[in-house]
T-cell receptor, first 114, second 115 residues
Framework: KAGVTQTPRYLIKTRGQQVTLSCSPISGHRSVSWYQQTPGQGLQFLFEYFSETQRNKGNFPGRFSGRQFSNSRSEMNVSTLELGDSALYLC?????????????FGAGTRLSVL | AQSVSQHNHHVILSEAASLELGCNYSYGGTVNLFWYVQYPGQHLQLLLKYFSGDPLVKGIKGFEAEFIKSKFSFNLRKPSVQWSDTAEYFCAVAIGGGGADGLTFGKGTHLIIQP
């Protein structure tokens, strides 16, 4: 069974631009969660999607948004990029809600904002 | 909002030493608890979890953790570490039931095992 796939693996953007990251969950998994990982703040929860609906949202500004498609694939968008958005963005999938199930993580997308 | 605290950010041990990594959380109600591990160059993966029942849970590679509700703690232990245990360890908490706030992770403990 293929694991969680995130694309692209690396991105370099400049301030003010926007970016879209993609995540393909494990086949059959309906929940996709997104996290931001930085050396200073660690792993911070962005949002969780389940059956195309945003189920939970972390404490991030509205510039961070996401969506989930009918095939459970998910995208995350960050608009008006800031230097502080440089981070590793991780996607995780689970068979049902993330709080009650094991999450399987992808390798991440490393975003650098210049 | 709930918070998760991991007491040690960096731990260095010799092989065969015993390990205990602390994890405390702030929520007073029912919780689901997890330890995840990230080996160098690999994805985050689950080490063990606690949802209910026996508060002493066993995970992969000889790790175990004990849930002590009165102390709001879920400490990770291993009686004898190996060089291959070098990794970053994350404690995570979800509010039981609906998990309305998603998963909250601690900031991680970087464990280095010296041969």
């Amino acid at each position: 069974k293929a694991g969680v796939t995130q694309t692209p693996r690396y991105l370099i953007k400049t301030r003010g631009q926007q970016v879209t990251l993609s995540c393909s969950p494990i086949s059959g998994h309906r929940s996709v969660s997104w996290y931001q990982q930085t050396p200073g703040q660690g792993l911070q929860f962005l949002f969780e999607y389940f059956s195309e609906t945003q189920r939970n949202k972390g404490n991030f500004p509205g510039r961070f948004s996401g969506r989930q498609f009918s095939n459970s694939r998910s995208e995350m968008n960050v608009s008006t990029l800031e230097l502080g958005d440089s981070a590793l963005y991780l996607c995780a999938s689970s068979s049902s809600t993330a709080a009650k199930n094991i999450q399987y993580f992808g390798a991440g997308t490393r975003l650098s904002v210049l | 909002a709930q918070s998760v605290s991991q007491h040690n950010h960096h731990v260095i041990l010799s092989e065969a030493a015993s390990l205990e990594l602390g994890c405390n959380y702030s929520y007073g109600g029912t919780v689901n608890l997890f330890w995840y591990v990230q080996y160098p160059g690999q994805h985050l993966q689950l080490l063990l979890k606690y949802f209910s029942g026996d508060p002493l849970v066993k995970g992969i590679k000889g790790f175990e953790a004990e849930f002590i509700k009165s102390k709001f703690s879920f400490n990770l232990r291993k009686p004898s570490v190996q060089w291959s245990d070098t990794a970053e360890y994350f404690c995570a908490v979800a509010i039981g039931g609906g998990g309305a706030d998603g998963l909250t992770f601690g900031k991680g403990t970087h464990l280095i095992i010296q041969p």
